[in-house]
Each structure stands twice: as structure tokens, then as C-alpha cells.
Nanobody, 124 residues
Framework: VQLLESGGGSVQAGGSLRLSCEVT????????KAWFRQAPGKTREVVAF???????SAADSVKGRFTISKDDSSNTVVLQMNDLKSEDTGIYFC???????????????????WGQGTQVTVSS
């Protein structure tokens, strides 16, 4: 199983970035997928997740600014980030459950597969 992230970079506050995660291997469209982020000195936190049935959820800190979506045909998960703020700076990780669940987890313990991370830097 591989989760390959792309799309990170540096942007000024108020700008936008689009992160993409291509999932290959034994993780298919029936598993929850999520984006997490980790700022320096802080624990990894969930940003948004998408259930196989299409339901999505986002952390309060990014609601109205970030949107998660999935494309089952390509097994890709996208995080569209708008109106970026300096506090959004961190390493962003794509993650996937290892099996189908009724609800998606909101902490790292629920996710079996992880990407290598992509850096997002927002300057004010």
C-alpha cells in the first residue's frame, strides 16, 4: 500500500493550495481516508476525512476554508485549502483506514496507512 501526496508548498496568507493523495495497493474506495497535519512541536491532528459513502467532516479550525473530496475511479483524495492562515503551517499527511468502518476515526490510531507527508508553509 502506498499513499503518495503532492501539492504542498509555500504561500502567503489568504492564498490557496490543493493537496492530492494517490492511494495504490490494497486500500480501495471502501475505506475512510483523511488528511492530518502536524505543526512543529505539536501532535498530529485531523484536518478532514471522507467516508466511503461520501460523507465528509472537517476540523472546526478549517471549516469553511478547506474541502476534502475523493475520486473513486483513481483512488485519489484531494484537500482544497483556501484562505490559508499562518496557523495552517505544518506537514500534511494523507491517511487511510485498514478496513471498512461505519464511521471514520478522528485520531491517528484509527488509520493504518500513511503517506510520507508534504510541507505547507503559510507566511503572514
Amino acid at each position: 500500500v502506498q499513499l503518495l501526496e503532492s501539492g504542498g508548498g509555500s504561500v502567503q496568507a489568504g492564498g490557496s493550495l490543493r493537496l492530492s493523495c494517490e492511494v495504490t495497493g490494497a486500500v480501495d474506495s471502501t475505506y475512510c481516508k483523511a488528511w492530518f497535519r502536524q505543526a512543529p512541536g505539536k501532535t498530529r491532528e485531523v484536518v478532514a476525512f471522507v467516508h466511503p459513502d461520501g460523507d465528509t467532516s472537517a476540523a472546526d479550525s478549517v471549516k469553511g476554508r478547506f474541502t476534502i473530496s475523493k475520486d473513486d475511479s483513481s483512488n485519489t483524495v484531494v484537500l482544497q485549502m483556501n484562505d490559508l492562515k499562518s496557523e495552517d503551517t505544518g506537514i500534511y499527511f494523507c491517511a487511510a483506514h485498514g478496513f471498512w468502518t461505519r464511521t471514520c476515526g478522528t485520531t491517528t490510531v484509527y488509520y493504518n496507512y500513511w503517506g510520507q507527508g508534504t510541507q505547507v508553509t503559510v507566511s503572514s
